[in-house]
């Protein structure tokens, strides 16, 4: 007899996680990326990598590289801990669009309720 289907490994949908972490101790470090990855396992998502921002300014490296990661074939969204993630609330509302022209879903693992912009859900769980 077959295992059910519960107990069989599936591959979720690919996310990619995004942290901003300005003067944050590795020990904050390691419990956010933790977080997103029981997150994506809750809700059997395919964690593929995290991105780092560890500096402040509006468009640095760690963004830009997952929006390329977000260009991949079969990527589904990107999940934070947080909107805060995407920076102050100036930096955060581009971001939030650029992530959606993208094609992407933006996945908030902390929050509540759902809410709807730039024509896409953002998840809050």
């Known amino acids: 007899m077959e295992p059910l289907t519960e107990h069989r490994p599936v591959n979720g949908p690919v996310v990619y996680g995004y942290l901003r972490l300005i003067n944050v101790s590795v020990a904050r470090q390691t419990a956010l990326k933790e977080s997103l990855a029981e997150y994506c396992r809750q809700h059997e998502l395919s964690l593929f990598g995290v991105s780092i921002e560890s500096s402040t300014g509006a468009d640095r490296a760690a963004f830009t590289g997952l929006l390329d990661v977000l260009a991949l ?3 589904y969204g990107v999940v934070l801990p947080a909107a805060s993630h ?3 609330k100036p930096i955060a ?3 939030a669009k650029r992530i959606t ?3 992407s879903r933006l996945l ?3 929050g509540g309720g759902n ?3 730039s024509g896409r859900w953002f998840a809050r769980e």
């Open 108 to 110: 908030l693992a902390r």
């Open 101 to 103: 022209v993208a094609g």
């Open 73 to 75: 074939p079969g990527t």
């Open 93 to 95: 509302g581009d971001r």
């Open 115 to 117: 809410s709807r912009r």
């Open 86 to 88: 995407l920076g102050p």
